[in-house]
C-alpha cells in the first residue's frame, strides 16, 4: 500500500528506554513530538538528550520556554545522541521537541532514551 503520515510514541526501545517516538511523513507534510515539562528549578543549568536518527532529511531537538528558544539539527540513518544545554526560565516551565520536514518524499524520524537532567553550574 501506500506510504501513510503518522506521529506518535511506540514500545519499541532499540536505545534504551521506556518508548520510542517516531515521525512518519508523505511529501509536503511536517511533524513535530513534543512535551511540556514543569517544576524546573529557575535559572538553574539542565540538558536535554536523546538517540536521534531520520531518513536523511534533518530533525531538531529542541527546548523553548519563557524568553529560551534552543534546538540542534540532526540526521543520518544511524542513532545519534544529541543534546541541547539550557538554563531554566523564570517560570520553571518549558516545551521540549523533536520536530521533522517538511518531506519531499516519505521520510522518517525516530527518538528514543530522551532524558532532561542538571546540567553543570
Do not use: K
Not at 539542565?46 to 532529511?57: E, Q
Amino acid at each position: 500500500g501506500e506510504p501513510e503520515a503518522s506521529t506518535g510514541v511506540q514500545h519499541n526501545y532499540p536505545q534504551g528506554g521506556l518508548c520510542d517516538g517516531f515521525i512518519d511523513l508523505i511529501a509536503g507534510q511536517s511533524g513535530r513530538l513534543w512535551q511540556e515539562v514543569t517544576g524546573l528549578e529557575p535559572g538553574a543549568p539542565y540538558v536535554l538528550s536523546a538517540a536521534c536518527a531520520t531518513s536523511g532529511l534533518a530533525a531538531r531537538l529542541g527546548v523553548s520556554g519563557e524568553g529560551l528558544v534552543r534546538s540542534i539539527p540532526v540526521s543520518g540513518g544511524e542513532y545519534q545522541f544529541a543534546s541541547v544545554e539550557f538554563r531554566a526560565p523564570g517560570d520553571g516551565r518549558v516545551t521540549v521537541s523533536y520536530e521533522f520536514g517538511p518531506a519531499t518524499e516519505w521520510s522518517w524520524a525516530t527518538l528514543d532514551n530522551v532524558m532532561l537532567r542538571p546540567g553543570e553550574p
